[in-house]
């Protein structure tokens, strides 16, 4: 008799076996050199994506077009790619010297370079965690791409008069009238299996000031390569440079970017002094130090919090030209990347700041005055480089006294909302089972009475900021993982610290640490994920209060 039971997997393990097929489908295809995403090739990585069912992917798996999720993409990747049947993923291979123009995605900090009609280059700096990024962005839209094609392409080849319509709209040299765009509109509704007020409603998102009808320009094209595919078998074709393959892994990047920064410590005679990284945005240290004492003439009667709202606002140009000027004749470096990470770092020196002037007017600094070394946010498997490499003895002799590593970043969470905090434990790293216990030097208890809840526990490190589903996070958080949070760099953080200061011991073995996150949304809330949209002004107050926190920290320790 056989007693083996039919056992039915949950979505969850599901999502979980789909997240580890990509993984390792993707560095096969890497490996390879080339493949054809709607090809033979690339059919794997297309039923792991439709498998998974992103939140953030919305209806990939429905027949209608997923427009937030479309929208999502589009802003990270470069303008224009959706006409290239050539995407080429490159190392830096010098195209920056070249008369090519830099393409720069809205959302992503990489640099892209059209070479032709039909092809697009991509630069990839950031490791393989970018890989996974730009793969899986470009496997989602060109999904998207043949439910186009199967929507307006007839028996015998020929196409609807849907389609001709919104190719003769997207073919018109003039700009739009209100009455073309509408007509338009209700052609790609059509095409799109929407309704005209759901394309009406994102229409201009996509939009530019220079191209204001940029959505009709990327559905044609989609639809047009796609209808090319299937039609005249031009197929779209992704392939990895010979450099790329060889550099991925080393550290290239990483390494000319903490040489740089050592470099500029021994030229400033620094290499001796504490020093403390930060890892932050680029303008919370120089804020909470300088700027309300520097504007509270300006903003009478107003909170700090007010004062950091306003230097947030996109228009606030002058007003943070002020602070930063202020920061430079307290001895502020800023060191812009030149090394191809886009990762920019300042560099404050304790001992010629002013400290009667700033926001922490009591501070004694002594004569081992602390360095603070602020880094730009990494990105994935980039932030296991960059710090790996910034830990290492200068020269191989020099050892840094880093004294700790302090990591404020944006994550998603799992039972908050937008703009709470999240203070993890330890980092589990999706897709293995690897796992980073620590001591936070950071509790939440320090965060209370403040108006803003606060989480602590285990978050997960996830592969890419686009490849999770409701299933995968609600057990993640519901088990006995009993996981707060999901973000993109904490894990690869810890492995470099822990490396560093317990097994290379080339920083000390008592390193402390410090994470903090704050909520961008709560994909497990329907309409949160990522796609929905920035925090705007719901970040700033806990950015500040955990920047705040971590200088305390460092300013009194001894």
């Given at each position: ?461 996830v592969l890419g900021t686009s490849l999770q589903n409701r299933d995968l996070l609600k057990f993640f958080h519901e088990s006995t993982w009993g996981v707060i949070g999901l973000e993109m760099e904490g894990a690869y953080y810890q492995k470099a610290i822990q490396s560093a200061s317990k097994i290379r011991k080339s920083v000390p073995k008592d390193i402390k640490v410090r994470y903090a996150y704050y909520a961008s949304d709560n994909p497990l809330e ?33």
């Open positions: 008799m056989n007693t083996t039971k039919h056992i039915s997997r949950s979505r969850a393990q599901e999502s979980s076996a789909a997240i580890e097929k990509m993984y390792i489908t993707i560095r096969h295809l890497f490996n390879r050199g080339f493949y054809k995403p709607m090809g033979i090739s690339g059919d794997t990585l297309r039923e792991a994506l439709l498998a998974l069912r992103p939140e953030i992917y919305g209806s990939i798996a429905d027949e209608k077009v997923e427009l937030n999720g479309l929208l999502y993409v589009i802003e990270r990747l470069p303008v224009g790619i959706e006409q290239c049947r050539f995407i080429n993923l490159t190392s830096d291979e010098g195209y920056s010297k070249s008369h090519f123009q830099a393409i720069v995605p809205p959302k992503r900090r990489r640099n892209c370079y059209r070479i032709d009609e039909e092809q697009m280059n991509v630069e990839i700096t950031r490791g393989r965690s970018d890989i996974y990024d730009i793969l899986t962005h470009l496997t989602f839209i060109f999904i998207e791409s043949h439910k186009i094609k199967d929507r307006v392409l007839l028996d015998a080849g020929e196409v609807s008069r849907d389609w001709l319509k919104l190719e003769a709209a997207v073919n018109q040299p003039k700009k739009l009238t209100q009455i073309e765009k509408e007509k338009a509109i209700s052609h790609a509704s059509n095409i799109l299996g929407r309704t005209f007020e759901e394309v009406l409603d994102i229409y201009e998102a996509f939009g530019s000031e220079t191209a204001p009808d940029r959505f009709l320009h990327v559905i044609y094209w989609l639809g047009k390569l796609a209808i090319e595919e299937v039609v005249d078998n031009k197929k779209r074709t992704i392939t990895f440079s010979p450099i790329l393959r060889e550099r991925l892994g080393h550290h290239i990047h990483g390494e000319i970017w903490a040489n740089s920064i050592k470099e500029v410590l021994k030229s400033k005679k620094l290499l001796d002094r504490p020093i403390h990284v930060i890892s932050a945005n680029m303008h919370s240290v120089m804020n909470s130090i300088f700027a309300t004492p520097l504007l509270k003439s300006k903003f009478k009667d107003k909170s700090d919090f007010v004062i950091y709202e306003e230097l947030s606002n996109s228009g606030a140009k002058e007003l943070r030209k002020q602070v930063e000027t202020v920061a430079e004749k307290n001895g502020m470096l800023f060191l812009p990347d030149t090394s191809g990470t886009n990762i920019d770092v300042q560099i404050f020196d304790t001992a010629k700041i002013n400290w009667s002037q700033t926001a922490f007017p009591n501070t004694q600094v002594g004569d081992k005055a602390p360095v603070l070394i602020v880094m730009d946010y990494a990105f994935g498997e980039q932030a296991y480089e960059t710090i790996d490499e910034l830990l290492k003895p200068y020269k191989k002799e020099i050892h840094l006294n880093v004294q700790s590593v302090s990591i404020m970043g944006k994550a998603g969470i799992l039972e908050g909302g937008k703009g709470d905090i999240m203070i993890p434990n330890a980092h589990i790293n999706e897709g293995t089972a690897d796992n980073y216990f620590f001591e936070n030097e950071l509790t939440a208890k320090m965060f209370e009475g403040n108006d803003i809840a606060v989480f602590a526990g285990p978050m997960v490190t329907t309409g949160s994920t990522l796609a929905s949209g920035g925090l705007g002004t719901t970040g700033v107050k806990p950015t500040y209060l955990i920047t705040i926190k971590i200088l305390e920290q460092i300013l009194n320790s001894k």
